[in-house]
């Protein structure tokens, strides 16, 4: 009989993500995400996750299309807000070995995209909606 593994979050979540500061101002935050096309960075303060920023969080605080503004009034807008202003917090988190299913349940009923993976409490990596169903077309 052939054992199957059991596949956890830890299997499938993005290790050492990007991070963000929540001193750091917003500008810096939607070039890491452009650059690097992520949706999501979570926040630390001390090595402590205190919070997770989603591109939504950063339209949602720009207002640059609602004001009208171009875009250097908007990117001078970005530089005057910091994270800790916008972000997501407190942060729901799952640990490395939780199960897949239970994740994505998750992040279905609270309509959230990532969950911060946590150790010990410390930070060490991200499960995202695209994490889960890269997964689950593979399979």
């Not at 949706?39 to 949602?60: A, M």
């Not at 299913?101 to 309509?111: G, I, P």
């Amino acid at each position: 009989m052939n054992a199957t593994k059991r596949i956890t979050v830890g299997d499938i979540m993005t290790k050492e993500p990007v991070t963000l500061a929540s001193s750091d101002v917003l500008d810096l935050a939607s070039d890491i995400m452009n650059l690097g096309r992520v949706r999501h960075l979570p926040v630390l303060e001390n090595d402590k996750l205190v919070g997770i920023l989603s591109q939504r969080d950063l339209f949602h605080s720009a207002l640059v299309t609602a004001l009208g503004l171009g875009p250097k009034q908007g990117r001078e807008l970005l530089k005057g807000l910091c994270v800790r202003e916008v972000m997501s917090a407190p942060v729901i988190t799952v640990a490395p070995d939780g199960d897949i299913k239970v994740a994505a349940r998750t992040m279905l009923e609270k309509k959230i995209g990532c969950l911060p993976v946590m150790e010990n409490e410390r930070l060490v990596g991200l499960v995202t909606e695209s994490d889960i169903l890269r997964y689950v077309a593979v399979q």
